[in-house]
């Protein structure tokens, strides 16, 4: 099993910033691909980000390229989404996941985080 919870979402105008955070327990972290997905109000949840255990790929969807970065460090068990020039259009629900292959579905990976709410406001 592993755990995963999230933190850092909250409100914030168009073009700022924020940095989520996912902090897992429970298996070796280092064995496990992380990602990030979002789901907006009334819409299917979808692919944001995904890293290699290793760090040493990253994929993004398109329409965060060039402003959200993930990164993981291994040492404290946590992955990172830094999120810059943010739109009204990334408001939703921000999840974090884990499993032991990197893919970029939401059925690919098997542990899941609660959540955490991010806002942007126009």
């Known amino acids: 099993q592993v755990q995963l919870v999230e933190s850092g979402g909250g409100l914030v105008q168009a073009g700022g910033s924020l940095r989520l955070s996912c902090a897992a327990s429970?298996?070796?972290?280092?064995?496990?691909?992380l990602a990030w997905f979002r789901q907006a109000p009334g819409k299917v949840r979808e692919f944001v980000a995904a890293i290699s255990w290793s760090g040493g790929r990253t994929y993004n969807t398109d329409s965060v390229k060039g402003r959200f970065t993930i990164s993981r460090d291994n040492a404290k068990n946590t992955v990172y989404l830094q999120m810059n020039s943010l739109k009204p259009e990334d408001t939703a629900v921000y999840y974090c996941?884990?499993?032991?292959?990197?893919?970029?579905?939401?059925?690919?990976?098997?542990?899941w985080g609660q959540g955490t709410q991010v806002t942007v406001s126009s």
């Open positions: 429970g298996r070796t972290f280092s064995n496990y691909a």
């Open positions: 996941a884990a499993d032991r292959e990197l893919r970029l579905t939401v059925a690919g990976y098997t542990y």
